[in-house]
């Protein structure tokens, strides 16, 4: 009635809704109770408590939190003001597997054999695709590296290349 009496008279308003218009207007003049005042501060608390825990307490974790911080309230009521906050806890994400094997498509022979002992530099090559996580939820931007099993020294001698290691291309492509 309160946000609508600009729009509707509340003589009617108060008959539909069975309610005094005497009543409403003492209702209007009315100081929030101890309760209501109560509940902002604790408000404040919640989400303070909410930001420092990095959104993932709930209000059952959050109660002895309060406590410390001398808010004495019970797990129902720090729920009901966490629901009127739309505050919830942010869930970890289940791991999602990548790699997919199960495909017709041709794979590289393993040429190393597991023996990584390479006698000169840019002998043997390893390569890794790291996900970096986005803005989007679902978004994804790879990482390729590639270095020499030597670490870190480019090669400097005029030796032909060996098979193991192709030429690195300069620029990697972009993947969309």
């Not at 709930?58 to 797990?75: D, H, K, N, T, V």
């Not at 990584?116 to 978004?139: C, H, K, L, M, R």
Request: glycine share 2%; aromatic share 8%; with cysteine.
């Amino acid at each position: 009635m309160k946000q609508w009496r600009h729009h509707f008279p509340v003589e009617v308003m108060s008959r539909l809704f069975s309610v005094s218009r005497s009543g409403f207007y003492a209702w209007l003049r009315r100081k929030p109770s101890r309760r209501a005042h109560e509940d902002e501060r604790l408000k404040v608390a919640i989400k303070a408590a909410h930001k420092r825990t990095r959104e993932t307490y709930s209000a059952r974790r959050l109660q002895p939190e309060l406590a410390a911080e001398g808010f004495s309230a019970g797990r129902d009521r720090i729920a009901r003001l966490r629901r009127e906050l739309k505050l919830r806890c942010r869930q970890k994400r289940k791991f999602k597997a990548t790699t997919n094997s199960n495909h017709i498509l041709p794979v590289a022979e393993n040429l190393l054999n597991q023996t990584f002992a390479p006698s000169a530099p840019n002998e043997v090559w390893v390569t890794d695709i790291t996900y970096i996580p986005g803005g989007a939820p679902i978004q994804r931007t790879p990482l390729a590296n590639s270095l020499s099993w030597m670490k870190r020294q480019p090669a400097r001698s005029a030796a032909p290349r060996s098979s193991l290691a192709p030429e690195t291309p300069r620029i990697l492509p972009t993947i969309t």
